[in-house]
């Protein structure tokens, strides 16, 4: 009988039970069970297409959520409980979110699903980030809940919890109490702030007000055990019957913390004091006090307090499709949280404080966080500068700015230094034109029209305050904190336009083109829009690119011309520069490919002929034959190296560009907008080409023999040229893969075709790639005055139906009869531009005029030879033997003596130029004869007996004669690296 109640216990259809259970956990979480069951049919058959790896459970809750958002847009009022979804999956909720990514793309799921993710993703990414700040701030200002006396005052209350379902709040608070409710607070006041919920270093403003707000509820209430007795900036606690004395814990956390106190401020006056008068007046919070707001957590309001918030603040996420931000309460890995525990549950955050300590023994613990300093002004202090990250650094430096930083965490860190750095770059302006803008002004106007330029920002400033004010917080309760930040751009908007027109200046540019351009409103509308954008992306708005562009009505092709002059004139921020790049590749990429954009005027004005990349690039910065590296005598003028022409033939000349065709010689000039437009497109086509034939395996023989990518470029250049067309409406990318699809096939009698599906997948893992690039391809447009919709599909179809028809003919003149020939058409493969490099050269630090590049690689005569006498740069390479004897030099030459093997200095024997340390050492006007000096020995890094002998052995059984032993230390003359900036140890 019990081996029969065992067999009718097991279920005999799996799958039947996944799907009982399925329907079960879906309907308790509120969620349609007909959208359920069309997910369920669905994911049964989508395993022969799809690989779905792990827990059943794991897919199928996502997917069911990811359909309930799609499938009817109201489902923000269905009340869907998605802490159910995650308490039923092992998924952490990055990961949840991760797999309704891939729903997304798997069943091609609207857009407004798609940015509904987005939203909740980037919103629990922000609470994620702050609350490691929040348990240092906690763990700084307020007694360690795990600490013995405040666990021995809990557990007979968390012995009663256990079983019950029932939460029964104490009569007393404790520690665990002031840290679960400061935390619910904070996430409730953030769901109301509407216009700066979405900001990272606004949100931590917030943060930082409500600690400010229970600090001086715990001051009134006179508990003074809940607070750290190592935190010596608390006032001492009043005797009994005196008045409350209101005590601003804000410039304190913000001088610790990293805050800006100036920010902090105005929102607590103009956003957190306000909101909290919201709720009072709602009743989700009660005080008799209401300016100061002191008794939250009295003994007769504090259980109202909590249910009160967490109540609205579980309607309120459920409306928003939000995952709870309360569960990193009970979440073991911060980086991971998952659903837990109970976060009203005082036991569960306990224990899983507990874990975390275990897990994390460092974390928040013995971090030295009491030792409060008085509140400076660290934001605008010019002076204040993080150690530099350099070899020159001392062991103490860097041990300094390691401690330093391991209480940041990196996207806050990021994000306030951002505001910091450019807060600092625009030190001593104010929001009107410096002195010196108004004298330039007077110079091109030959009068005073400051008064215009001050109009004409006030009217870009007041229409992106107004947009934002519409979008975000409709009843205009953060509109000062708004208005604040559109002054900080502005501020910067007058520092572009001074800077801009300084530089013409500076290059002799007549006086009528510079006011011609001062007068340019597309000038003036781009520079306040790249201000607005510095300003936004510092701190980390939702409201970014390219979203000011819409607002002031910028086309991106205007925008995107002044973003390369700003990065070359300005000192921005790594990250900023970072920004500015993505921005500038999104644009050529696809945005100023749409029907509407100016640049179709500004291509139709030219020929296509002569926009070729030759025509358009510099000749340095080209290259004939990409695979090979032998250098050509003819280009050292510029340093530039290139290979063999491809045909056997003379090259190309100005009567005959790369498409073949004979045309009228002509001279484009290529400085103009369009040569520059054309430069950066191929520029960037020629990265993503070179990056997909590197994924595709076509190595640097494949290339010389066969020159795979420079045919790729070769059909992508006479599309871009001669069918511009096929880019209207389209993205860059699509045009690229259909291009080395084209060339890959053309070579499968040489045993290197490629399949779509491996194009596809090597273009995947670039950092642009996006699934709609190629699964949603316009395939034909509705014609002007024409009712028919646009007809789009994947990018197989827009290959067979449109690329091939429209390129076939240069296509069939394309395919070489002879390897690395032309084919009897006249075809020459096009050069290709050269791989953009970074700036090698960098200043160490701002007040050493010291500079480091990478080595470059030259031939061994070159290494050997010494530096020029007359050259006021001195070059050391690390490594090389001889180099140690210029770094001598120069110290002799710092130092005012010359160096001698025994450590002792001689006088030199010319005092010119002994003050300087870029100068070589002066030589004597009288040279006498010297013995020879044997050359100084090879530096070799010291390694330890053991490991020498080791090597030793292992050459003599190779045959090899053993290493040359580390030359004594006498040989090696002293050299004092102090004033040289250079670590004593080479």
């Known amino acids: 009988m019990a081996r029969q109640r065992n067999r009718e216990s097991t279920p005999e259809n799996p799958a039947e039970e996944v799907r009982t259970r399925f329907l079960t956990i879906t309907k308790e979480a509120n969620l349609d069970q007909k959208t359920c069951q069309n997910v369920y049919t669905f994911f049964e058959s989508s395993h022969v297409k799809y690989s779905m790896e792990g827990d059943q459970m794991d897919w199928l809750l996502p997917g069911a959520y990811a359909h309930a958002i799609s499938v009817k847009p109201a489902a923000f009022e269905s009340r869907i409980i998605l802490l159910r979804l995650l308490r039923a999956t092992s998924l952490s909720v990055p990961n949840f979110y991760a797999r309704l990514k891939k729903w997304c793309d798997i069943c091609n799921l609207q857009t407004a699903a798609r940015d509904t993710f987005l939203h909740a993703e980037r919103y629990f990414q922000i609470s994620r980030t ?58 409730r006041a953030r769901r109301s702030a509407v216009v700066i919920r979405d900001d990272l270093v606004t949100c931590y403003h917030l943060l930082i007000c409500v600690m400010d707000c229970v600090c001086s509820n715990v001051l009134a209430m006179k508990r003074s055990e809940l607070l750290n007795p190592g935190c010596s900036i608390l006032p001492v606690e009043a005797e009994e019957g005196a008045p ?54 009295s003994e007769d309001n504090f259980e109202k307090n909590l249910r009160g918030i967490n109540t609205h603040y579980e309607n309120l996420i459920r409306v928003a499709c939000l995952a709870d931000e309360r569960v990193l309460l009970v979440s073991q890995d911060v980086a991971a949280p998952g659903a837990g525990g109970d976060p009203m549950n005082v036991i569960d955050v306990i224990d899983t404080m507990k874990e975390r300590r275990k897990i994390f023994p460092t974390a928040n613990r013995k971090l030295e966080l009491n030792d409060f300093k008085t509140p400076t002004p660290v934001m605008l202090s010019p002076t204040v500068a993080p150690t530099p990250l350099t070899p020159s650094s001392s062991c103490s430096a860097l041990q300094q700015r390691s401690a330093h930083e391991s209480v940041k965490s990196p996207p806050l860190q990021t994000a306030v230094d951002l505001v910091t750095q450019l807060t600092n770059l ?129 086309s991106p092709y205007d925008f995107v011309r002044m973003i390369e002059p700003v990065v070359l004139l300005e000192q921005l921020p790594k990250q900023m ?22 640049v179709w005027a500004e291509i139709s004005s030219v020929e296509a002929d002569v926009m070729t990349a030759r025509d358009v690039c510099w000749s340095h910065n080209l290259e004939d034959n990409p695979a090979s590296n032998k250098p050509n005598p003819g280009d050292s003028k510029h340093g530039r190296r290139s290979g063999a022409p491809l045909v056997p033939t003379a090259a190309p000349s100005s009567s005959q560009n790369a498409t073949g065709s004979n045309v009228a010689p002509a001279k484009a000039q290529k400085n103009t907008a369009v040569c520059l437009f054309f430069r950066k497109i191929y520029v960037l086509a020629g990265v993503r ?11 640097k023989d494949v290339e010389r023999k066969h020159h795979v990518f420079q045919r790729m470029f070769t059909l992508f250049e006479n599309a871009i040229t001669l069918h511009t067309d096929l880019l209207k409406d389209r993205h860059l990318d699509q045009v690229l893969l259909c291009c080395a699809y084209v060339v890959s096939k053309l070579e499968t009698a040489n045993g290197l075709a490629k399949s779509f599906h491996l194009i596809m997948n090597a273009y995947r893992f670039q950092a642009q790639a996006e699934s709609r690039v190629y699964r949603s391809v316009l395939i034909s447009g509705p014609d002007a005055g024409s009712a028919e919709p646009e007809v789009r599909a994947d990018i197989i179809t827009f290959y067979n139906q449109v690329f091939v028809r429209v390129m076939q003919g240069f296509i069939a003149k394309f395919s070489p009869k002879k390897k690395g020939q032309a084919t009897p058409g006249g075809v020459i493969l096009s050069p290709v531009p050269r791989v953009p490099g970074r700036d090698t050269r960098r200043q160490i630090h701002p007040a050493a005029k010291i500079y480091l590049s990478p080595r470059k690689v030259e031939p061994p005569a070159a290494v050997a030879m010494p530096p020029p006498t007359n050259s006021r740069v001195l070059t050391f390479t690390f490594g090389v033997t001889g180099q140690i004897d210029s770094l001598i030099s120069a110290n002799a030459a710092k130092q005012g003596g010359t160096p001698l093997p025994g450590g002792k200095r001689v006088a030199p024997a010319s005092s010119s130029g002994s003050g300087d340390a870029s100068l070589p050492a002066p030589a004597p006007k009288k040279p006498k004869k010297e013995k020879k000096v044997p050359p100084p020995p090879i530096i070799r890094p010291a390694i330890s007996p053991r490991i020498a002998a080791r090597q030793a052995a292992a050459a003599l059984a190779n045959g090899l004669p053993p290493p040359l032993a580390e030359p004594p230390a006498t040989a090696t003359p002293a050299v004092n690296f102090q004033d040289a900036a250079m670590p004593a140890s080479l």
Not at 270 to 297: H, I, R, W
Request: proline share 5%; net charge neutral.
């Open 689 to 699: 080409l070179r990056d997909i034939c590197a994924k595709l395996g076509f190595d």
């Open 577 to 598: 520069i970072k920004h500015f790049g993505r921005i500038e590749e999104t644009i050529y990429e696809q945005m100023v490919w749409k029907a509407d954009s100016p």
């Open 426 to 554: 625009v030190s001593g302006r104010t929001h009107a034109p410096s002195e010196k803008l108004k004298e330039i002004i007077i110079l091109l106007y030959e009068g005073d029209v400051t008064p215009r330029f001050v109009e004409r920002v006030s009217n870009y400033r007041e229409k992106l305050v107004t947009a934002y004010i519409q979008a975000c917080d409709p009843s205009g309760l953060a509109e000062p904190y708004m208005r604040q930040r559109f002054m900080f751009a502005q501020t910067w908007y007058f520092k572009l336009v001074e800077d801009m027109l300084v530089s013409e200046r500076n290059r002799n540019t007549p006086l009528p083109r510079i006011k011609n351009l001062a007068e340019s409103e597309k000038f003036h509308i781009s520079l306040f829009a790249l201000a607005a954008e510095m300003v936004l992306f510092s701190y980390n708005c939702s409201k970014m690119f390219p979203w000011p562009i819409e607002v002031l009505q910028l």
């Open 244 to 297: 409350h004395k209101y005590f601003s814990l804000r410039p304190y956390l913000c001088a610790k913390f990293e805050g800006i106190n100036r920010d902090c401020d105005t929102l607590y006056q103009n956003c957190f004091l306000p909101l909290m008068a919201q709720l009072v007046k709602d009743q989700e919070l009660s005080s008799s006090t209401v300016p100061g707001y002191l008794e939250l957590m």
């Open 130 to 187: 702050i609350f490691e700040r929040f348990e240092q701030m906690f763990m700084c200002v307020f007694r360690d809940p795990l600490d013995g006396d405040q666990m021995e005052l809990v557990l007979p209350r968390a012995m009663e919890l256990r079983g019950k379902k029932k939460i029964n709040f104490p009569k007393i608070i404790q520690s665990v109490d002031v840290y679960v409710f400061a935390w619910d607070l904070f996430v």
